[in-house]
């Protein structure tokens, strides 16, 4: 029933509700914003990866023309007694404090009423430290006597981090495991055993307005402006941190200029909201494009998989060691070690699997969530090994996988059923879109033709909360309070389709309220690709809520049912003039029961799946080891479309995304140091980088979704980087097993597998 | 401290500034004209582009000081004072060339200044090789490409100046 769409709000391609602001460049951003007395901030930073600090000058700072205040963490201990934040662990604290753990931590902060006066005052600063040993690789990390914390914290409100409490010695954040039926058997039963390690490097988000928040001090308490895809996360740790309650911080939030995971947790919310208490004016940080690689980064992965397989193709067995580089601080590197660890597997039928996931301290910037959450990295690994194992029993890719598959109905490894997850249809709809079945027009001569399917999946992250209020003026027109954040993904509008289609207006009728904590509910964040169930779910109850209400204000003022009289003249009747609202409201949270500590075994391990499938065609110099993808299709499950067009933008979106990271993304590090810091060296992709695409969704519906919708963000990236990968095997015959896929790379692999290797670099 | 005046989306505009003080600041934090934005600083995004004298310049390459007398348009300058779009600015909208949005006011430019240099007919090559300087993060550009071409024709039929308000 949830299908039926009635209205034509739902699944129309509406434009954007704010096209026109962004369009004509009067869209709110944090980094438009100027208080009256604002200081701005400039972060003096660590200069080496790991070191005790043995003392700070500020001096010369403070004494330069114009500087207000140069602060470090002994000043923020007076108004923040425990100044440690995060999400997962309490480990990363607003200032260094007695050690840095890499390079480009924030060590001392000078204020000034001229930011050119802050960064010139900033160069000033001489810090020395006694350097200690560090460890940079995620592998060396279980076992390296280099230690990145001298203790462990966990935040005390998990209950499955209670174990790492205090724990010594150790770089292990979150050990997850999983185990299902028999593997020793599986393996000593197989006909064939496979084994593969694949990596991938450190990449970042990049977003085209970098980090900034704004603290100021109020009469009540804080409020912070801060271009942050989780307002209500800051409120609640920021109130932590402070030690008051929720409702003396105020967290605001206009459009982002992109997010992508990085803009998740605390940033630079503790830090300027510190600032704000000790100078008591407001404080703006805005950190510039190559301060982002020292605030977060996608985790660098080592991933060893292990397959036991039948001599027709069937895998029936699967062991995989996962190794997470999580950098110096745990940020949710922990929860992408497990949430996301538990599909390491792929989306695979195997009835004995062991899962072995590591999420490891290093002495690098710390690493976090980009637009997959884990996922990108644990499919460039199964679906290249996929087909490693297809064309080593000399079956076809497709046929391979067909196989395989999860199906509907199916058990994944946690035991949790398949449900409404299009993994086949995704499957078949790449492979009719590449022709697989056709024959393949390969070239002669140097340059080489390929080409390679792959498909992924990814469990929502659970269990996590939305809560959405609609209200209908006296006029009848309807505004939606979320504090789900729009950075581009479209949610203003997906919202405003769903309250429109249940209050049957126009979706541009419908006013959207961005997040202000002390205007919007709750709402866990706008990450993994959780709003448009979540909070669309919430918004759709909430709506109907607020129909449910109107009803009962026309029972209660007397005007039949069915009647199609106006709103406002509803809110006339009773309160004689135009007066009055009407709030609906909802809240939801789905079902969920947690792992259990030693098996990784549940039975409802997320409420909704989501797919992704690509293609990929290449062109492979056999001269250069340059790779040219001549066509990129991109399929994913997104349930049914609220938006069509924004729908195949995000796809297309995140599989350009995820192009950047196959073939030219990678930071780049000499003994912790990044040596590509900067837009002109870390090369995202331009115009003319990009390969032709095709970008579509599967005709599929989430039963329980907002109209059968389900999230979309990150599907387009899941399968991009092992098709290719799978097609330049297919082109030349050489295996690429660690992300980025440079021409040096494939060179290279080339003349080893002619028998006349390249001597390293 | 210096003094500059020049004319920006047809007024003129006088400032006391540092020498230091780029384009984009000027525009920016003394005119409080915040569609302009800064992506990189570098010179690589593209996300602070301008019209001055007509030309496409990333406003984060020059100083304040060095447009005496220039002729500035932002993207503030584009639309009609009615509050009707430019048509490049309504090809955006309807072709769903934006996400985030932070890129666009400069992309909007670049497409416009494209406009003025090849014409209202640009095909996909002419499209992707001129926004080469354009940084989107978001997109996947494919929608920018039909909006820029959908723009192009457009403008062709509008009264709306290729260069506005000069
Ligand atoms: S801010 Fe000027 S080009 Fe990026
Ligand atoms: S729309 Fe976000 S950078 Fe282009």
């Known amino acids: 029933m949830n299908k039926i769409m009635r209205h034509g709000q739902v699944g129309r391609s509406a434009p954007r509700l704010e096209a026109r602001e962004k369009a004509t460049g009067r869209a709110e951003y944090v980094h438009n914003l100027r208080l009256p007395g604002m200081l701005y901030g400039k972060i003096f930073r660590s200069t080496i990866p790991h070191g005790r600090i043995r003392s700070i000058d500020v001096s010369a700072a403070a004494a330069h023309p114009g500087v207000y205040r140069v602060i470090t963490a002994a000043d923020v201990a007076k108004v923040v007694p425990n100044p440690y934040y995060g999400p997962a662990f309490h480990d990363q604290p607003i200032l260094a404090i007695d050690k840095v753990h890499h390079v480009g931590e924030p060590v001392a902060v000078v204020l000034a009423t001229d930011p050119h006066v802050a960064e010139e005052a900033a160069a000033l600063i001489v810090a020395q430290y006694d350097e200690l040993p560090a460890v940079y690789d995620e592998v060396e990390a279980m076992t390296s006597k280099a230690v990145v914390h001298d203790v462990l914290k966990p935040a005390g409100t998990f209950p499955d981090l209670k174990h790492l409490q205090g724990k010594t010695d150790t770089n292990v954040a979150l050990d997850f495991h999983l185990r299902r039926g028999d593997v020793a058997k599986a393996f000593a039963e197989a006909d064939h055993v496979f084994e593969h390690t694949f990596r991938t490097k450190a990449v970042l988000h990049l977003p085209l307005e970098p980090f900034v928040s704004v603290a100021e001090t109020t009469g009540s308490g804080l409020t912070i402006h801060t271009a942050s895809q989780s307002p209500s996360f800051v409120r609640i740790e920021i109130a932590r941190l402070l030690g008051w309650p929720e409702n003396r911080v105020r967290v605001k939030v206009p459009y982002l200029g992109g997010g992508f995971g990085a803009k998740l947790y605390i940033k630079l919310e503790a830090l300027v909201a510190a600032l704000a208490l000790i100078v008591n004016r407001p404080v703006k940080i805005a950190l510039t494009m190559e301060e982002q690689f020292f605030t977060l980064t996608k985790h660098a992965s080592t991933f060893r998989i292990k397959s036991a397989v039948s001599k027709d193709g069937k895998i029936t067995g699967r062991e995989c060691e996962v190794w997470w580089n999580g950098g110096a601080y745990a940020d949710i590197g922990p929860r992408i070690t497990q949430k996301s660890g538990f599909t390491a597997p792929g989306p695979y039928d195997i009835d004995n699997v062991t899962i072995d996931s590591y999420s490891l301290y290093t002495n690098l910037t710390p690493a976090g969530a980009l637009r997959g959450f884990g996922i990108p990295q644990l499919v460039w690994a199964y679906e290249s090994h996929a087909d490693m194992i297809a064309r080593a029993l000399k079956l076809d890719p497709l046929a391979f996988r067909r196989k395989n598959i999860l199906r509907e109905g199916n058990a994944q490894a946690t035991g949790t059923i398949m449900r409404d997850a299009a993994i086949e249809a995704v499957l078949e709809q790449v492979s009719a879109r590449m022709d697989w079945e056709k024959p393949f027009a390969r070239s002669s001569g140097s340059v080489k033709r390929g080409r390679g399917i792959a498909i992924g999946f990814k469990a929502s992250i659970s269990p996590t909360t939305s809560v959405a209020i609609v209200n209908v003026a006296a006029d009848g027109s309807a505004t939606l309070y979320c504090s789900t954040v729009d950075m581009g993904q479209g949610s203003d509008t997906a919202n405003a389709q769903i309250v429109a289609e249940v209050l049957s207006i126009e979706a541009e009728a419908v006013r959207i309220v961005h997040p202000d904590t002390d205007v919007t509910p709750y709402d866990m964040a706008t990450l993994g690709s959780r709003s448009l169930y979540h909070m669309g779910n919430a918004v759709r109850l909430a709506a109907q809520d607020a129909k449910a209400k109107l009803a009962d204000l026309a029972r209660e003022v007397g005007v039949p049912e069915g009647s199609n009289i106006p709103i406002a003249e509803l809110f006339v009747k009773k309160y004689k003039m135009q007066a009055g609202n009407i709030i609906g409201t909802a809240s939801y949270i789905p079902s969920y029961v947690p792992p259990e500590a030693e098996t990784g075994q549940t039975p409802n391990a997320t409420p909704f799946w989501m797919v992704g499938g690509a293609g990929a065609e290449v062109e492979v110099d056999t001269e250069t080891g340059h790779v040219r993808v001549t066509r990129l299709v991109n399929v994913g499950d997104v349930g049914t479309l609220i938006n069509p067009r924004i729908v195949a933008t995000q796809l297309s979106g995140a599989a350009v995304m995820q192009y950047g990271f196959t073939m030219q993304e990678q930071i780049e590090t000499d003994g912790g140091q990044i040596t590509n810091a900067s837009f002109a060296d870390y090369k995202i992709p331009s115009i003319l980088d990009i390969p032709p695409m095709e970008s579509e969704a599967v005709d599929a519906e989430q039963h329980d979704g907002p109209f059968g919708a389900k999230g979309v963000g990150e599907s387009g990236t899941f399968a991009v980087s092992p098709a290719i990968a799978n097609a330049i095997d297919d082109a030349v015959g050489v295996r690429i097993s660690e992300l980025p896929i440079t021409p040096e790379a494939v060179y290279r692999a080339i003349r080893a597998r002619n028998g006349d290797p390249l001597e390293d670099a | ?166």
Not at chain 2, 87 to 116: K, W
Not at chain 2, 120 to 127: M, Q
């Open chain 2, 1 to 166: 401290m210096a003094a500059v005046a020049m004319t920006v989306n047809g007024k003129a505009v006088t400032g006391d500034v540092d020498p230091r003080t780029l384009l984009v600041q000027f525009v920016r934090e003394h005119l409080r004209l915040t569609g302009t934005h800064v992506g990189c600083d570098t010179s690589q995004c593209g996300a602070c582009l301008v019209h001055v004298d007509g030309k496409a310049i990333k406003s984060c390459t020059v100083f304040a000081w060095q447009l005496e007398g220039a002729n500035v348009t932002t993207i503030e300058g584009i639309a009609d004072p009615s509050g009707k779009l430019h048509p490049m600015q309504e090809a955006f909208r309807d072709n769903h060339g934006l996400q985030c949005g932070y890129c666009t006011p400069g992309m909007i430019m670049s497409a416009i200044d494209m406009v003025n240099r090849k014409g209202n007919d640009l095909d996909d090559h002419t499209i992707r090789q001129e926004l080469d300087g354009n940084i989107c993060r978001c997109t996947g550009y494919h929608n920018i490409v039909k909006a820029v071409a959908a723009g192009a024709k457009a403008m062709k039929g509008s009264s709306a100046p290729a260069q506005a308000a000069e």
